[in-house]
């Protein structure tokens, strides 16, 4: 199983199997048998560093680890510099490889190492989140935080090869497996009608994570969605931007929320409700309301989010604009499994679209 990003002479494969596999696809991809580090956290580390340390010595690799510690703070400017002194000073050279072993965070942070470390070396990417294996280890979008916001600091940098393990999803804590599902799900509702409907039927399998096969396949449904746009617009110049469906609204929940109230799959479910609203208004006939609402309220949300007034979540999208133009941007859908971006909303409707989003 695997899905391909065609980006010319930066394409690469994303495979959906054991890592114990790993030494092979390497060969595979003509990466360097030699010397690589393997940047991971401790959580993590804690499952897979030992067994994969040693499935990569046994294929004749002499492996560097960096365990980093877990967690949204470790997207730093100074743990990015922990990241170079390590490299630095066990000394790489421009075939070595840095391995991302781990969620969004050590994927974005260490796919940001490989783009800088001596103007790029090689960047494998094994996801095993369920955020990270459907969306952030796929599309080469690499980034640390900076005071004023997230992901500020960063590069496009594609990985030569992605190894997503379904079975690392088995040891995540229940709540981060079923907040990467909501990537899943929006990449059903902008790009894929079967996949929308595979959810549909496997809803209760999958989100109580009873069913592997199901999963993978949805998995690899839902990489194969964002391959297919990230292939026709590598760098967000136009159509990438449909991945921001739900968005909108939910980067602006985290943030008056407090980053961590609300996961990001949480608040971008909540986001995508008032997105489903939107464009229902618009196109009534072709948009299944109820039905995409049904998927959407089956995402667990801990906390509810009635208690953030619409004007302080109205006054963050409009703040954030600050980053994408003179417009807050919505990504709406003109059909199940066809989604555009429309800079024509209304605070009005955006304040109806949020009434809708959090109504129990
Ligand atoms: N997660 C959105 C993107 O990769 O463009």
Redesign the pocket.
């Known amino acids: 199983m695997a899905v391909h990003v065609d980006l010319g002479e930066r394409s690469y494969d994303v495979h959906f199997r054991s890592l114990d596999t790993l030494p092979a696809l390497l060969e595979d991809t003509d990466l360097r048998t030699g010397r690589c580090l393997l940047v991971t956290d401790e959580n993590v580390a804690a499952h897979y560093r030992t067994p994969l340390t040693t499935t990569l010595e046994q294929a004749g690799w002499t492996v560097k680890p960096v365990v980093l510690p877990a967690g949204e703070a470790t997207k730093s400017a100074e743990h990015l510099h922990t990241l170079y002194d390590e490299a630095l000073s066990w000394g790489i050279d421009r075939q070595t490889p840095v391995f991302a072993l781990g969620g969004g965070v050590v994927g974005d942070l260490a796919g940001f190492a490989a783009a800088t470390l001596l103007r790029g070396v090689p960047l494998v990417q094994l996801p095993t989140s369920t955020l990270a294996q459907v969306?952030?280890s796929?599309?080469g979008?690499t980034a640390i935080n900076h005071e004023t916001g997230k992901n500020l600091i960063g590069a496009f940098y594609q990985p030569r090869l992605v190894c997503a393990d379904p079975a690392t999803l088995d040891t995540l804590p229940i709540d981060e497996y079923t907040g990467g599902l909501a990537?899943a799900v929006k990449h059903a509702i902008i790009g894929d009608v079967d996949l929308f409907e595979f959810l549909e039927e496997h809803r209760t399998s999958v989100l109580a994570r009873k069913d592997r096969d199901a999963i993978a396949s949805a998995i690899e449904q839902a990489v194969q969605v964002?391959a297919d746009v990230?292939s026709a617009d590598e760098r967000?110049e136009g159509r990438?931007a449909i991945?921001?469906f739900g968005h909108t609204f939910g980067h602006a929940i985290e943030k008056v929320a407090g980053y961590g109230t609300f996961s990001h799959g949480e608040a971008v479910a909540i986001g995508m409700r008032a997105g489903l609203y939107l464009s229902h208004r618009r196109h009534p006939d072709t948009i299944p309301r109820d039905r995409i609402d049904s998927l959407l309220r089956a995402l667990p949300v801990e906390e509810d989010p009635s208690s953030l007034s619409f004007d302080s979540i109205y006054a963050a999208m409009d703040s954030d604009k600050k980053n994408q133009g003179d417009t807050i941007r919505f990504v709406l859908l003109d059909r199940l499994g066809h989604a555009y971006v429309s800079s024509d909303v209304s605070e009005s409707e955006a304040r109806q679209a949020w009434r809708f989003a959090i109504a129990a």
């Open positions: 969306d952030a796929v599309g979008k990537e964002k990230v967000e990438r991945l921001n």
